[in-house]
């Protein structure tokens, strides 16, 4: 057991330096979704409802979440197109404490993003500082769970090139599925249905109703924390199951 | 004790036989060499007696552990320097020793006994804090070999270790594989002649993944009439007489 926490923290140190050491990660999981909080807020909170900072920071924290599923696949895809995972496979350390060795260096990560963009949204509206904010944050880690299952998956699955194309996708069903960006009331009752069965919409609201902290709104937790739960556990089962393929190839 | 047992080990992919029957015994202790053309089966040999690649067929204890089986023990005994440079780019010199000696079990004031050596026999002191991606190609393949020692396993495979080296390095790295004679069992894959005749115990030769020769340097000469390993390794191998 102590040489299996030992080997864990000793890879997952390994990639947490990889992904901090590459400036461009640093930009998109906290750069740019900062800079959009700030910007959107200035340029729409005064015209609709979506841009008031006790929706749109909960809502970029989610967004900049879908970077961390580019970014641990990038890592995985990359670590699997160089010999340096092959070689590490003839280590004592198993395939479980392989994938959380990915997964744990970004859980920290994650919580950089929340406090950060909710801090920053606090400053603009100091309603959001309270029990809200704090239950968001930890609402916060359980929604990146989502985000670093698929970044696993995909890093798995495609190859170095294509997994920032796939990731791309993911990043732009967060934005157009999770109806943060523009009013959901006019879309029509199947694209609601799909936008509710689906992650990402769930994910948002689950970090917004948390952050508003009413009674209605934490009786609203339940059901797209669930559904989340369902998709988070369903990709790190496949995840787990395709990285353990991989590493037998 | 054997350290490598293997009996009728085969590796066949699709319509080709990596591997074909292999019976090989290496003692504990020893350096063994293992030569052949390119595709002779070599490097294929070495990633299933790592347990990087699973057999089609055939049995292999490492140590007295069952390949297949034993897995998990025998990756606590093995490691190996592979073909292509293997290190964590972003981390530097330093960071990739700790990596390695970290998976391996080791103690903080191991690791910093493990780094303290690297550095006095491998002259990479001077680059301890400079990331693996900043050093040249030689320098980056260097450090990919001496992480494999990093874990000071009881059985070490190197596959072509000189590739890309310089002669300087080469040199240097015979140096430290002669000095690993007795402590550990080798298993050495190379193109280069004169490396397996200055540094083995015993050669095994290989063409189209069957072992054509295993025996003494001495034993190669006196098996083909030649004087020296380079002439002997092409009579055998154009000659493909099976001397196992």
């Given amino acids: 057991m102590r040489n299996s926490l030992s080997r864990i923290y000793a890879l997952s140190k390994r990639n947490a330096k990889e992904i901090v050491r590459d400036p461009l990660s640093l930009i998109f999981m906290i750069g740019l979704p900062l800079f959009m909080e700030i910007l959107f807020y200035f340029l729409f909170h005064k015209l609709t409802d979506q841009f008031q900072m006790k929706y749109l920071a909960p809502g970029i924290v989610v967004f900049s979440q879908a970077f961390l599923a580019l970014f641990a696949g ?15 496979y003839v280590s004592p350390a ?21 406090v ?9 509206d100091t309603g959001l500082f309270g029990w809200g904010m704090a239950f968001a944050i930890l609402f916060g880690i359980f929604t990146s769970l989502f ?8 890093g798995s699955v495609c190859n170095e090139k294509s997994v920032g194309g796939i990731a791309s996708i993911l990043i732009a069903c967060q934005s157009l599925l999770s109806g943060m960006w523009f009013p959901i009331d006019g879309l029509g009752d199947g694209m609601l249905a799909l936008m509710n069965a689906l992650p990402f919409r769930n994910a948002t609201q689950l970090v917004q109703n948390a952050a508003l902290g009413s009674g209605d709104a934490w009786v609203d937790l339940f059901r797209p924390f669930l559904i989340l739960l369902g998709y988070t556990l369903a ?4 995840a787990v199951l395709i990285f353990r393929r991989k590493m037998k190839q | 004790m054997a350290a490598i047992q293997t009996r009728k080990l085969t590796k066949s992919y699709k319509d080709l036989t990596a591997v074909d029957q292999l019976d090989l015994t290496i003692e504990e202790g020893e350096l063994f060499s293992l030569l052949g053309v390119n595709g002779a089966g070599k490097t294929t040999t070495v990633k299933m007696l790592s347990t990087l690649a ?31 440079t293997a290190v964590a780019r972003k981390l530097t010199v330093r960071e990739n020793i700790e990596l390695f000696a970290r998976l391996s079990g080791q103690s903080k004031e191991e690791i910093d006994a493990t780094a303290k050596t690297i550095y006095d026999d491998f002259g990479l002191g001077k680059v301890a804090n400079k990331k693996a991606a900043e050093l040249s190609g030689g320098w980056q393949r260097k450090l990919s070999i001496v992480l494999a020692l990093v874990t000071k396993p009881k059985l070490l495979f190197l596959d072509e270790p000189t590739l890309g080296l310089d002669v300087i390095a080469r040199r240097e790295l015979w140096r430290v594989i002669e000095g690993l004679k007795g402590k550990m069992t080798v298993v050495l894959t190379t193109h280069y002649m004169e490396e397996a005749e200055a540094l083995s115990d015993r050669i095994g030769v290989m063409r189209d993944g069957k072992l054509l020769f295993v025996g003494t340097k001495e034993e190669l000469y006196a098996k083909t009439g030649k004087s020296d390993v380079e002439n002997a390794f092409i009579e055998i191998v154009s000659g493909g007489e099976r001397n196992a």
């Fill in chain 1, 94 to 114: 198993t395939s479980v404490e392989f994938l959380l060795s990915y997964a744990l260096p970004i859980l920290p990560l994650t919580l950089v993003q929340s």
């Fill in chain 1, 116 to 124: 950060l963009f909710f801090v920053v949204g606090g400053i603009f």
């Fill in chain 1, 74 to 88: 990038q890592l995985i895809a990359l670590d699997r197109s160089t010999s340096l995972l092959t070689r590490l």
């Fill in chain 2, 54 to 84: 699973r057999p089609t067929s055939g049995e292999a204890e490492i140590f007295g552990y069952t390949l297949g089986r034993d897995d998990a023990k025998i990756r606590e005994l093995v490691d190996i320097s592979m073909q292509e």
């Fill in chain 1, 147 to 154: 985000y670093i299952a698929m970044g696993i998956l995909f």
């Fill in chain 1, 235 to 238: 990709a790190f089962v496949f």
